[in-house]
């Protein structure tokens, strides 16, 4: 047996929880979106990362919290599949990293700022009391929306997707220079 897998028996429920949330090579998810998805109040949820990060089992960063070193191998818990809404083609001189710096930590109408993952490339928000998520996966040249709703919040999610969607694609102002101008944000 792996140590990853000997240390994973030594974790609790709860802390298995987090690090599947956290899960993915690179993913920085901020404590309100590790709190939002879990449903957990926010002292239960310090004092679980505090006996992670003591483990080496996550890090603190400036944007939020990652799998360190000792972080079990989440491979046998594979992510369910989004559901695309929205699949687009970025305009010309548009890059898939200035769409990443200028979203990452930002609150959008309902969605609340939870994860990027996958190098960048995958920025994360969840609705206000974690019923849906939204998922921006960014392209060379494509970026895509997919939705995870729980039963009854699908026409919410659908809803909240067409919003960001629409805040990339400048409305009301109808421009894409949102994208150059405006500074991160870290969550």
Do not use: C
Not at 69 to 94: D, F, I, K, Q
């Amino acid at each position: 047996m792996e140590a990853s897998q000997v240390s994973s028996y030594l974790l609790s429920e709860r802390e298995q929880e987090v690090l599947r949330v956290l899960g993915g090579p690179g993913a920085v998810v901020a404590f309100q979106g590790l709190r939002r998805h879990l449903g957990l109040h926010p002292e239960i949820l310090s004092r679980t990362l505090r006996r992670l990060e003591r483990g080496g089992y996550v890090e603190r960063t400036e944007g939020g919290y990652r799998l360190g070193a000792r972080a079990p191998s989440l491979e046998e818990h594979p992510a369910p599949a989004g559901v695309p809404v929205l699949e687009a083609h970025l305009p010309p001189g548009v890059s898939p990293e200035s769409i990443a710096q200028g979203l990452q930590g930002r609150w959008l109408g309902p969605l609340r700022w939870q994860a990027i993952r996958d190098e960048n490339t995958l920025l994360q928000w969840t609705s206000g009391k974690g019923e849906f998520r939204v998922d921006l996966r960014l392209g060379a040249e494509t970026l895509t929306i997919e939705v995870y709703a729980r039963e009854g919040s699908w026409a919410d999610a659908v809803r909240a997707a067409y919003a960001l969607f629409g805040h990339l694609a400048g409305e009301p102002r109808g421009d894409l220079a949102y994208f150059e101008a405006t500074p991160s944000r870290a969550g």
